[in-house]
């Protein structure tokens, strides 16, 4: 059974840094691709980055490109996502999902929020 | 910068049919943007629905379907049921590893 755990959210103040994690279990970590989305409060769901089962490929929106940084280590089963120079609008939860058939994200962890204020 | 819409709200009365669509701002929808849909209660994670255009995901009833309709991609629920109000997304994959999800539709079913 697919399990995903992110982690690693809180408050943090604008132009800080904060690292996410999603801890992986119940399939090989290794053989797929991870994407995370994100949430703001009220708002519809934004994808923000996805990297391949090896992470030789990275992809960003353009609103965190430059900024977020994606990364995995599949000795640990774990993927990550590197915040920096966070903004007011940045505040969201934080979903990881895996890399389904077709580009789509077939399992989802429950989220980790990030607020950035002041 | 591309734009992916979905209907804001929708209503459907119990037993009723109805489809929601996935458009792009510029071009239509393909199986080639890999459409696939999510269902999203207030509180939870998503849940994946279809992915491939018309795929459903294990688990999800048949009720719901994938297609492409016109220049759109379209999920339609045969049979709604009071536990279908939720929030529906639809994704798709434009360009080089990029995925653009659509600003959701808000289902009633009443």
């Known amino acids: 059974q697919v399990h995903l755990v992110e982690s690693g959210g809180g408050v943090v103040q604008p132009g800080r840094s904060l690292r996410l994690s999603c801890a992986a279990s119940g399939f090989t970590f290794s053989g797929y691709g991870m994407h995370w989305v994100r949430q703001a409060p009220g708002k519809g769901l934004e994808w923000v980055a996805l990297?391949?089962?090896?992470?030789?490929?990275?992809y960003y929106a353009d609103s965190v490109k430059g900024r977020f940084t994606i990364s995995r280590d599949n000795s640990k089963n774990t993927l990550y996502l590197q915040l920096n120079s966070l903004r007011a609008e940045d505040t969201a939860v934080y979903y990881c999902a895996r890399l389904g058939s077709g580009w789509s994200l077939d399992n989802w962890g429950q989220g980790t929020l990030v607020t950035v204020s002041s | 910068q591309t734009v992916v819409t979905q209907e804001p709200s929708f209503s459907v009365s119990p037993g009723g049919t109805v489809t929601l669509t996935c458009g792009l701002s510029?071009?239509?929808?393909?199986?080639?943007?890999?459409p696939s849909w999510y269902q999203q209660t207030p509180g939870q994670a998503p849940r994946t629905l279809i992915y491939n255009t018309n795929t459903r995901s294990s688990g999800v009833p048949d009720r719901f379907s994938g297609s492409i309709l016109g220049n759109k991609a379209a999920l339609t629920i045969t049979g709604a049921q009071a536990d279908d109000d939720s929030d529906y997304y639809c994704?798709?994959?434009?360009?080089?590893?990029?995925?653009?999800f659509g600003g959701g539709t808000k289902l009633t079913v009443l």
């Open positions: 510029s071009g239509s929808v393909s199986t080639s943007h890999y």
């Open positions: 994704v798709l994959f434009v360009d080089g590893g990029i995925s653009v």
């Open positions: 990297i391949w089962s090896d992470g030789s490929n990275k």
